[in-house]
């Protein structure tokens, strides 16, 4: 099993509706991230989280928000979803200072 | 505003060559970096990395050098080969954000 579960793998949505990405982790971390991927774009940050009460902004924190639910859970929320949201998404979670991340598989999500 | 760059959109080199990859930062204040290696359909997975304490980390075929002065740093592949055909994303890092900032990634392809 995965270190780094997301869900759904994929998903289309239309324009205006309420969608929500799941992430959880077994590799017990206490930072958890959600990036998006767009061609030419890279990975960029969205929110992150170092524990169940902190959550910080990211780069691209418009139109989106999270829940951290436990420490296991961080869940992405695009409260009404627009065509350019359309990417991939994925999670990561760390633990300590000067190591690395580790991602999900990654949600790719196409609003229509 | 781009903290992490690669203007190297995409690299094909000959199996058994030497592949080099660049990235440069902006922010002085970064202190660990990172590079990742990302399949179609799957996450970023980790590759190596190196502190601001160091000019130059290897493990087996991969090498990072880092200048600082010059706010550059490369990952050298040898001998590169058909399966290290990938995109490459180099991250930054800030002592005390625990926070990762991703370049642009290039698309490396290894001729067989």
């Known amino acids: ?112 | 505003d781009q903290q992490v760059k690669q203007n190297s959109p995409s690299l094909s080199v000959q199996e058994g060559r030497i592949s080099i990859l660049n990235c440069d930062y902006t922010n002085s204040m970064f202190d660990y970096f990172l590079w990742y290696k990302k399949y179609p359909a799957e996450g970023p997975t980790f590759l190596i990395s190196i502190s601001s304490i160091k000019d130059k980390n290897e493990d087996g075929r991969f090498t990072v050098f880092l200048n600082k002065s010059a706010k550059h740093l490369s990952l050298h592949i040898v001998p590169s080969q058909p399966g290290d055909s990938a995109v490459y994303f180099c991250a930054a890092s800030e002592y005390g954000t625990y926070k990762y900032i991703f370049g642009t990634g290039t698309r490396l392809k290894v001729l067989a």
């Open chain 1, 1 to 112: 099993d995965a270190d780094v579960t997301q869900t759904p793998r994929n998903r289309i949505t239309k324009t205006g509706k309420r969608i929500m990405l799941e992430c959880s982790q077994t590799k017990g971390h206490d930072r958890m991230y959600w990036y998006r991927q767009d061609p030419g774009l890279g990975l960029r940050l969205i929110y992150y989280s170092f524990d169940v009460k902190d959550i910080n902004k990211g780069e691209i924190s418009d139109g989106y928000s999270v829940s951290r639910q436990a420490q296991a859970k961080f869940s992405l929320s695009l409260e009404s979803a627009i065509p350019n949201q359309t990417a991939l998404y994925f999670c990561a979670t760390s633990f300590g200072q000067n190591t690395e991340a580790f991602f999900g598989q990654g949600t790719r999500l196409t609003v229509v």
